[in-house]
């Protein structure tokens, strides 16, 4: 049996703040169980979902060496639909009502965390011949293992893969603080190894320490070898070219399935999905509080409110757009204050076209990608991005930027040719969105049968994981044979 550890800062269903949390929660579940022993670590929050607490068992505990500091470690240990979970137990660290808080507090956070996971492995007596990584919280796990813990017979043949699942996001702290906090030779903070732009960085010591390097899809692995998708790194990532992966996130098409899903006013499968869309779209309009109409557009996002996720696109031409077109949106999503305040003004300026939901909610999340009839997502940038793959599956047709994962998982509608599951743009220009949008608004509207057909392309595709997780057990055993 082959052993892997995945070790992540998120996983569905403990704790959830983005895609990765369900990546992290639903790729071992996929890997194959007659060859692979997939097991999952976690930090045990104060802010995790408190009903599983009681499913949580207590292992062992340790103390963990952060150079002249000495942290208590508690191991605990639970299963979720047939994996094992571990959590790493500290109230210090752990506390708070996320688990990302400053920079300084989580730069430390995570130094004590990775090395908790290379610790533990004797005590939970899991030996894993591969640990699978995942962004910068975790990019010391690579570092500690080649410095310190390689000294110890016990740790000699463990390989290590490093997963991207956003590159603008590095750990950076200053030089001298890591060190203290680390405990890491000064020798490794070079900028061959740890030092960026005189900064210690965790991401690039991942990535620099890891045997392979993985990212979420292949057009991101492409672009972050570039100036513009890099984030600074691009040097690094195309010297390891040879050593960078792009494979393309599944979904959880047990969780995300218009068929059984329990958020939805009525169940739809392919075949009756226009009936099933209308009635979900009748229930939605009327819990959000928007008129129901059945012939009206209606634009759904779901989404962290930032930058990346192309807001500022939306602020510039969302009021043309609901002046000039039989549009509604259903907006859900939290982040900056600035995207926030402008999505509230124009929910109060128009609320018979607008409605936003500020927060966080796995049922309204499900009802909007189960009832709109276009999903928006035009971001600056995508690693992977879930949410067009969700969307489809509940034949809500995408509007997209070609970028990242967005390029590999939607086909651009060609009406000459019947092709396509979604329409896409692709410089980040708010009227090159809209332009698009009201493309999209026309076929929707004038070509019923082609709008239907999309749609029926769209739920056909195969979005689960079946494909990628083959390519990760072809990963897993290219280091374990090495
Ligand atoms: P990212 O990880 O960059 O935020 P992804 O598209 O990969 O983007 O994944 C986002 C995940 O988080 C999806 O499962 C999406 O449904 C979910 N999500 C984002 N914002 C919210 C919210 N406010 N409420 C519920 N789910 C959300
Ligand atoms: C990151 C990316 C997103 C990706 C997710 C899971 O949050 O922003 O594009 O889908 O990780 O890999």
């Excluded at 207590?58 to 979720?80: D, T």
């Excluded at 009327?286 to 989404?303: A, N, R, T």
């Amino acid at each position: 049996m082959k052993k892997i550890l995945m070790v992540s800062s998120e996983a569905v269903p403990y704790i959830k703040t983005g895609g990765l949390a369900d990546v992290a929660g639903s790729l071992p579940r996929y890997i194959k169980r007659e060859e692979y022993d997939v097991r999952v670590i976690l930090p045990k929050y104060a802010c995790m979902d408190q009903c599983f607490l009681p499913e949580l068992h207590f292992v062992c505990h340790f103390y963990v060496n952060l150079n002249w500091r000495k942290q208590y470690a508690g191991i605990l240990k639970s299963e979720y639909k047939g994996v094992t979970y571990y959590f790493v137990d500290n109230e210090f660290y752990f506390a708070g009502n996320s688990p990302y808080n400053n920079i300084y507090e989580d730069v430390e956070k995570f130094a004590f965390f990775s090395k908790a996971v290379l610790m533990a492995l004797p005590y939970i007596d899991f030996c894993p011949d591969v640990i699978h990584c995942n962004d910068w919280q975790t990019g010391l796990v690579p570092v500690f293992l080649k410095t310190e813990f390689y000294q110890d017979n016990y740790y000699i043949g463990i390989k290590t893969i490093f997963s991207i699942h956003n590159m603008k996001f590095q750990g950076r702290w200053n030089v001298r603080d890591i060190m203290d906090i680390t405990g890491l030779p000064a020798g490794i903070f070079t900028a061959d190894k740890l030092e960026s732009y005189g900064e210690a960085n965790y991401l690039k010591g991942g990535c620099v320490y890891a045997d392979i390097i993985a990212t979420v899809s292949p057009s991101y692995a492409a672009d972050i070898t570039t100036p513009e998708g890099g984030e600074g790194l691009d040097g690094l990532m195309s010297a390891r070219r040879d050593s960078l992966y792009g494979i393309v996130n599944g979904i959880d098409t047990d969780d995300f399935n218009p068929m059984t899903d329990a958020a939805m006013a009525e169940h739809f499968s392919v075949k009756d999905a226009v009936k099933g869309k209308k009635e979900n779209k009748r229930a939605l309009q009327q819990s959000v509080g928007l008129p129901v109409k059945e012939d009206v557009f209606l634009i759904g996002m779901v989404s962290r409110l930032t930058e990346q996720k192309g807001f500022d696109l939306l602020a510039y031409v969302l009021e043309e757009m609901l002046t000039t077109m039989r549009v509604q949106f259903v907006v859900l999503g939290t982040g900056e204050y600035r995207f926030e305040e402008m999505l509230q003004y124009f929910q109060k300026k128009y609320p018979d076209k607008l409605s936003a939901y500020i927060g966080y909610s796995e049922e309204k999340a499900h009802q909007i990608y189960a009832s709109c009839d276009a999903f928006l997502m035009p971001s600056l940038f995508e690693p992977c991005g879930l949410s067009q793959m969700i969307a489809m599956r509940y034949g809500t047709i995408p509007i997209v930027r070609e970028t990242g994962g967005l390029k590999d998982t939607v086909e651009p509608y060609n009406e000459f040719e019947n092709k396509g599951t979604g329409f896409s743009f692709e410089a980040y220009n708010a009227h090159d969105m809209l332009y698009v949008i009201r493309y999209a608004y026309r076929v929707f509207k004038e070509q019923k049968k082609q709008w239907e057909a999309i749609m029926k392309r769209a739920m056909e595709q195969d979005f689960s994981w079946n494909a990628s997780a083959i390519k990760y057990e072809k990963l897993y055993d290219t280091l374990i044979e090495k």
